[in-house]
């Protein structure tokens, strides 16, 4: 596949160069004012824009069109319609006018609301994001739109992360103002995914009833071979996974996502790719977009795309690091330490503002990475703890040290501005990786390393942008009034590192001693994904999104009632193919096998028995059984022993459907309904070990981890 990049990249987008193209220049001018200042697009300016947006995307082969959204499911949803009306004589015109482009009506009522919608209220409303470039996918005019009830509240992704952007742009704009710029507009914050994922062969795929339904195996022994050589990481990429990445990388260019990096993973079949970081916004859109291209794009290359946390036992489950950072309009990342003293005290003040976001809102970062699937991964020695700390580096912590303490940083004494030591130009990458933080400083961005690889990055970016809003708000507050702001800068910076700095630390976040110093510090520590939902709806919380109106309380309940039905259901649909699998397929094979190695006894018998009777010379010794016994004795045992456990899960998950409180019900499912889970499956794949492979139900983790050459 030869491709001229630069003639291909964005060819599917009707962005800025085509709108420039194609709009008549006033029209281009208020589509971009509304782009840049938020406000309301006029109706007779979208109705020209519609127009050409319309005759543009049939030019691509476009025959549809649909408002792409981002429900609370975790996934994109789009209703298409076609461009074509009728006309009198019976012949069609294609047709597409602004009011078209500006709103649609989706069924709202079987979407998630937690309760703000009843299934009789089916009213709801998406809305154009001209912020997000239009795009064509397979044929349909795909255009990003807000989602949201006949009353008005989210009912989305999309919604509360642009809320998020404008609260941290209106507080970054005040503190930047401090510092005497003028020239700054807005304040955006920046995002580059890396996304991890697995590629297996479909035809196995096909075969694991746990992978179709679940997207993770809820069985399997570990393979002879796994990752024990770390031969995979960063090896020659095999040519069939080299095709699907050319295209993978091709379909992606041409929808203008910024696909620049890919390499294989630490577990057998697993794989990486990042992009270069845009805005926020585009920057979700275009991950959830990457998913579904990859997962369209494996099959071509006859193999399923995995994106589940956690799909196999025993190897590197998958996540989605999400690198954050501040950039005004001008070109200035504000999280990139400077050259001048002036640029320093900037950079360490809204450095400040992050330290002390992460502090008082430990509990909103573990919400927004919580769900069932990433419970299969956080807290391995392979991704970040549940315990949130930051990670700045030693030479930074010492930098910090000396500010607290008001002496000369060691490695040069040079005094800023601000009245305080410290180094005035900043080295980057001065420091080691520390893969083990959950949010650790790299240069000039800050690396959130808990999402996991399935889940829509929206709730990280509406947290992070929301808690260093709230702290750049207090910043502002407090600097505004003062008479000396040298002086009150200085004092500022000392005292938010002096009471958050224990939320920084730059060690081992596996340790055991960590999770010592960890409790000792008052760190938060919510394992599961349960612990993690409690917390959403403490005061302080309800409270801080209220006054950045980014969530009404109503808004937020309804997604905390989401996030514990979800977490039930996702559970119960494992237990529920558990159960299945153990009752049509495990327990029959094998107890198949245990009868073919009882008639195998049984005919040594008879031919012991029948040399006997005729006088031969023979052995009563020669022909022995032992290994039959034994195996028929272990899988026996084994057989009744899961065959308990998955009539136990069956009673478990049948007196859940009774509870009908959401936090008791996830509760229930985590507490009851997993133990019996992995006990079920603890036989199982003891059986599997016993079991010959041709005998096994389904593929094994080998067949599974290895199967793509």
């Known amino acids: 596949m030869k491709s001229n990049v630069p003639e291909i990249f964005g060819s599917m987008v009707f962005n800025d160069s085509i709108m420039r193209d194609k709009l008549p220049k006033d029209i281009y001018k208020s589509l971009r004012k509304t ?31 649909t408002h792409w959204f981002q429900p609370l499911t975790g996934i994109t949803a789009e209703k298409h319609d076609s461009f074509i009306s009728p006309q009198n004589d019976g012949r069609v015109i294609m047709e597409f006018s602004g009011k078209n482009l500006i709103k649609g009506e989706p069924d709202a009522s079987s979407f998630p609301s937690g309760g703000l919608r009843a299934t009789f209220e089916a009213r709801g409303y998406t809305a154009w994001d001209p912020t997000s470039y239009a795009f ?26 642009l809320r998020s952007m404008e609260a941290i742009n209106e507080q970054a704009l005040r503190v930047v103002r401090l510092f005497g710029d003028t020239d700054v ?8 995914a890396e996304q991890e994922y697995f590629l297996i062969d479909e035809k196995v795929y096909h075969e694991r009833k746990d992978l179709f339904y679940c997207g993770r195996t809820l069985f399997g022994a570990p393979a002879p071979k796994g990752q024990e050589l770390s031969d995979h990481y960063f090896g020659a990429i095999k040519p069939r996974i080299s095709e699907f990445m050319r295209e993978l990388d ?69 996540g989605k690091h999400n690198n954050w950072a501040l950039a005004t309009d001008t070109g200035v990342n504000l999280l990139n330490p400077g050259k001048s003293p002036h640029e ?115 709730s990280p970016n509406v947290i992070l942008n929301t808690i260093v809003a709230e702290e750049l708000r207090q910043f502002a507050d407090e600097l505004e009034k003062t008479d000396d702001f040298t002086d009150a800068l200085s ?50 919380n309800v409270e801080l999104f209220e006054r950045h109106k980014i969530f009404s309380k109503t808004e937020m309940e309804s997604r905390y009632e989401i996030s514990l039905d979800t977490y039930s259901k996702i559970i119960r649909i494992e237990g529920l193919t558990m159960v299945n699998m153990a009752h049509k397929q495990i327990l029959p094979a094998v107890n198949r096998y245990v009868s073919e190695l009882s008639t195998t006894v049984n005919r040594k018998g008879a031919i012991e028995s029948s040399a006997a009777n005729l006088g031969e010379d023979f052995e009563a010794s020669s022909i ?19 065959f308990a456990q998955a009539e136990e899960l069956s009673s478990k998950l049948d007196a859940a459907v009774s509870i009908k409180d959401g936090l008791e019900a996830a509760t229930y499912y985590r507490d009851v309904i997993l133990p019996a889970m992995q006990a079920l499956r603890e036989s ?18 080998g067949a599974l981890l290895f199967s793509v050459d």
């Open 250 to 318: 091709e379909e992606l260019w041409k929808h203008g996502i910024l696909a620049k990096t890919e390499h294989n993973e630490v577990s057998p079949a697993q794989h990486e790719l990042a992009p270069i970081y845009t805005t926020s916004n585009i920057s979700v859109d275009h991950n959830q977009l990457t998913m579904e291209i990859m997962k369209n794009v494996a099959r071509h290359h006859g193999m399923v795309c995995v994106l589940h946390e956690k799909p196999f036992k025993g190897v590197n489950g998958s």
């Open 344 to 458: 320093n005290a900037q950079f360490l003040l809204f450095l400040a503002a992050v330290i002390k976001a992460v502090d008082e809102y430990q509990d909103l970062l573990r919400y927004s990475v919580a769900y069932a699937g990433n419970d299969c991964r956080l807290g391995g020695d392979e991704a970040p703890p549940t315990v949130m700390s930051l990670f700045i580096g030693d030479d930074l912590a010492a930098v910090l040290d000396a500010i607290e303490n008001g002496t000369a940083y060691d490695a040069q004494a040079a005094k800023m501005e601000i009245g305080v030591h410290v180094l005035p130009t900043f080295t980057k990458d001065a420091t080691d990786r520390n893969r083990t933080s959950p949010f650790a400083f790299t240069g000039n961005k800050f690396e959130f390393r808990s999402p996991g690889s399935s889940q829509s990055i929206a």
């Open 136 to 161: 064509v996918k397979d044929g349909v005019l795909c255009i990003p739109t807000a989602f949201c009830s006949y009353g008005g509240e989210a009912l989305d992704q999309k919604t509360p992360l």
């Open 684 to 701: 199982c794949d003891t059986m599997e070990v016993y079991t010959p492979s041709d005998v096994w139900p389904f593929p094994t983790y």
């Open 185 to 192: 507009k807005r304040v955006n914050t920046t995002v580059g």
């Open 491 to 540: 004092e500022l910076i000392k005292r938010t590192i002096r009471e958050h700095k224990r939320i920084i630390f730059n060690g081992d976040g596996y340790s055991e001693e960590w999770r010592a110093e960890a409790e000792k510090r008052g760190l938060l520590n919510l394992p599961t994904a349960v612990d993690a939902f409690k917390t959403f709806l403490a005061p302080k």
């Open 624 to 642: 022995s059984c032992k290994m039959e016994l034994s195996l028929i004795a272990k899988l026996s045992g084994l057989l009744d022993q899961a």
């Open 35 to 65: 782009i840049e200042d938020g406000k309301d697009l006029d109706i007779a300016v979208a109705n020209v824009v519609a127009i050409a947006m319309k005759d543009w995307a049939i030019e691509q082969g476009a025959t549809h069109y």
